[in-house]
T-cell receptor, first 113, second 115 residues
Framework: AQSVAQPEDQVNVAEGNPLTVKCTYS??????LFWYVQYPNRGLQFLLK????DNLVKGSYGFEAEFNKSQTSFHLKKPSALVSDSALYFC???????????WGAGTKLIIKP | EPEVTQTPSHQVTQMGQEVILRCVPI?????FYWYRQILGQKVEFLVS????????KSEIFDDQFSVERPDGSNFTLKIRSTKLEDSAMYFC?????????????FGPGTRLTVL
């Protein structure tokens, strides 16, 4: 079965420090990977995606993610965290034949001043 | 920047009642989706819709659920007879084209509470 794992329920980072939010996946077929962010009382906002090509993709708000095929991972990163980055982050995957997104459980990111 | 909108933001209903959740996708998008997120759980796919037909649906999307595009702008999700376990946040999404590579853009969600 296709699945996405976000092993950390919560990540705490001091403002100005680098952050990483982890995501691993298990699919049959070529994966297309996405990160979304959910702020309180808001919908799911698209951050970035990996389709093909360069393993390092850059997205909104200074975020980037690295696709690692051998480790089946797609970790979200940012070099210098802001307090405003505090939110719930979701990793999701699609495969060739499907329309649906398969979601991880989400990771709560807390950036402390 | 164009956005997906959803109404109402919060719907409270009695068990057994019918509810209709409404969505206005981004205007040039052709593919539409519904997902739900039960409190504290993962986001789950319900259904995708294109050209007035369901293109894919999950096991959750049983006979109690239906979708419709009644006019050129709205996309609705109807739950015929709500159950307590239907309480969740329901998200609508749209994309320009089908296929795994395209980005789905989400609305703010409708919180459905079934009493």
């Amino acid at each position: 079965a296709q699945s996405v794992a976000q092993p950390e329920d919560q990540v705490n980072v001091a403002e100005g420090n680098p952050l990483t939010v982890k995501c691993t996946y298990s699919v049959s077929g070529n994966p297309y990977l996405f990160w979304y962010v959910q702020y309180p009382n808001r919908g799911l906002q698209f951050l970035l995606k990996y389709i093909t090509g360069d393993n390092l993709v850059k997205g909104s708000y200074g975020f980037e993610a690295e696709f690692n095929k051998s480790q089946t991972s797609f970790h979200l990163k940012k070099p210098s965290a802001l307090v405003s980055d505090s939110a719930l982050y979701f990793c999701a995957v699609r495969v060739d034949s499907n329309y649906q997104l398969i979601w991880g459980a989400g990771t709560k990111l807390i950036i402390k001043p | 920047e164009p956005e997906v909108t959803q109404t109402p933001s919060h719907q409270v209903t009695q068990m057994g009642q019918e509810v209709i959740l409404r969505c206005v996708p981004i205007s040039n998008h052709l593919y539409f989706y519904w997902y739900r997120q039960i409190l504290g759980q993962k986001v789950e796919f319900l259904v995708s819709f294109y050209n007035n037909e369901i293109s894919e649906k999950s096991e959750i999307f049983d006979d109690q659920f239906s979708v419709e595009r009644p006019d050129g702008s709205n996309f609705t999700l109807k739950i015929r007879s709500t159950k307590l376990e239907d309480s969740a946040m329901y998200f609508c999404a749209s994309s320009v084209v089908p296929g795994a590579v395209d980005t789905q853009y989400f609305g703010p969600g409708t919180r459905l509470t079934v009493l």
